[in-house]
């Protein structure tokens, strides 16, 4: 297949920042119909309030339609959270672990200090969107996740069966099972984990773009990754995680965590799909999949991309004070956005 046309996706987990980096990176989701934009900001995205300033920030920086979401914090307001999803000011709830990745100094420590929230959004129908990781430092980096399926999700689907559930960017095998033996319960994947896996990121030296939080897995679960993305419709859909950091804050002694891949991300996604012989089921997982959870309709325009000569994508972008580099998988793309239709 050298040309491929599909519904026009939506991107169910994306970064945006705010200030001058959101005015240099939200052009850069034009691929994307909606976004369920991350609250992650200093301060956090907390209030209805919070969140209505946000998007109109958001859309004048040129990302039209964005889905906003309330940082979930052990002071969080039911009734202004009920009430800001009622109105539509919010479509989604997002639950960091403290401490687990960027800025989330002010997520939950204890689950048990946001019952009362998770109740009132579990009886308003208020989707709940998880960082799925624990963070004691006594569990090893590369074992979070599965932590965390064992820990905290397993317990809190078993209390609230009715709360809408996203588990984002899963990483292992152990997730994708969780997640197909718990109906109703979606989950978005990344396009650099369904690229890369560890040896890309540590084998020969420390390559700190490939540094995401949860941390890029072994072979073996980006497999199991690659099995869920293309396996049609289901529970799996595209959410790119695409999270921008300047320059000199990935490749520093610390680096930032996070790939920002919004540029390129269709293209990344094809280039796996293609791999593994199944473009006729892209369309699901990257525009269908993920309204069909979230109860909306699928996007009506569509997006054509078309496969040739390696395609060529500047090493960063730049502007507004910033300069950013886009995720590298360490191979020619082949596939390129050549139209949006509708």
Not at 53 to 69: E, N, Q, S
Not at 277 to 285: K, P, S, V, Y
Not at 299 to 319: H, Q, S
Request: proline letters at 8%.
């Amino acid at each position: 297949m050298e040309r491929l046309t599909i519904r026009r996706p939506d991107d169910w987990h994306l970064h945006l920042r705010d200030g001058d980096m959101l005015r240099l990176v939200a052009p850069e989701s034009r691929d994307f119909g909606r976004a369920v934009i991350m609250p992650n900001l200093v301060p956090p995205v907390a209030t209805g309030d919070d969140a209505r300033a946000y998007r109109d920030r958001i859309v004048a920086a040129g990302f039209a339609r964005p889905l906003m979401t309330l940082y979930l914090t052990e002071g969080t307001d039911p009734a202004d959270l009920v009430r800001a999803h009622a109105e539509g000011v919010i479509h989604a709830v997002k639950l960091y672990p403290a401490g687990a990745t960027t800025n989330s100094a002010s997520g939950v420590r204890d689950i048990e200090a946001v019952r009362p929230v998770l109740a009132a959004m579990e009886e308003a129908g208020v989707p709940l969107c998880l960082h799925g990781e624990v963070t004691e430092a006594s569990v090893d980096i590369f074992d979070r996740e599965a932590a965390f399926l064992d820990r905290v999700l397993t317990p809190l689907r078993a209390a609230h069966p009715g709360l809408k559930l996203t588990l984002e960017h899963v990483t292992t095998k152990d997730a994708v099972e969780w997640v197909r033996a718990h109906p109703g319960v979606g989950a978005t994947i990344t396009a650099q984990h369904l690229a890369s896996n560890r040896n890309d990121m540590l084998a020969g030296g420390m390559r700190p773009h490939f540094y995401c939080l949860p941390i890029l897995k072994r072979r073996t679960h980006q497999e199991a990754l690659r099995a869920a993305a293309t396996s049609g419709p289901g529970s799996f859909f595209l959410g790119t995680d695409s999270a921008p950091h300047p320059l000199h804050a990935k490749e520093a002694g610390c680096c930032a965590a996070g790939c920002f891949t919004a540029p390129h991300a269709l293209p990344l996604y094809a280039q796996v799909f293609e791999e593994e012989d199944a473009l006729d089921r892209m369309e699901a997982f990257a525009a269908l999949n993920g309204p069909a959870h979230y109860g909306l309709a699928p996007n009506e325009d569509t997006v054509t991309l078309v496969r040739g000569e390696p395609a060529a994508w500047p090493e960063r972008i730049a502007g507004h004070g910033h300069q950013v580099t886009l995720f590298d998988p360490g191979w020619p793309l082949r596939w390129r956005v050549e139209a949006r239709e509708g």
